[in-house]
């Protein structure tokens, strides 16, 4: 994906997709990239205006890949989600020795209005999140 030069240094996109949702961000650094993924993902079923954090939760998840980092943070999204019926509010992720350490601040599904579908899970396809000369991009596919 190349970054159209009218656009942020930082930013996503979501695209429809059949029966699915297409998730596209960029920014300079990869944990940043991965964080815009996940507000993309958030964007795509909640307004989150007047929601305050309720819970602050901080985990490790492993990945082997940039890939891997990428799947692992937005599956612990809908998973946290789907089970405790929280939507996070701000991500902040950083590498650590098995892949990478996301803390997520997380209200309560009834403080926020749903706007769209509820994704389900992510798909492996045409999965990507590289580095290139503008910085990195990523590009997800969800189920919804």
Wanted: proline fraction near 6%; charged fraction near 20%; glycine fraction near 6%.
């Amino acid at each position: 994906m190349s970054i159209p030069a009218q656009q942020a240094r930082q930013g996503h996109r979501t695209l429809p997709h059949t029966a699915d949702l297409r998730i596209e961000a960029w920014a300079p650094t990869r944990e940043a990239c991965i964080a815009e993924t996940v507000a993309g993902l958030v964007g795509s079923f909640a307004d989150t205006t007047g929601a305050v954090p309720v819970q602050t939760v901080i985990t490790d998840l492993a990945a082997r890949t940039d890939e891997d980092a990428l799947v692992a943070v937005l599956d612990e999204v809908i998973y946290r989600l789907d089970t405790e019926h929280t939507v996070p509010l701000a991500v902040n992720i950083e590498p650590c020795g098995t892949g990478v350490r996301i803390r997520l601040e997380l209200t309560a599904v009834d403080s926020v209005e749903f706007t769209g579908a509820i994704p389900k899970a992510v798909t492996l396809h045409q999965l990507r999140l590289v580095h290139g000369p503008e910085g990195w991009s990523s590009a997800a596919t969800v189920d919804v």
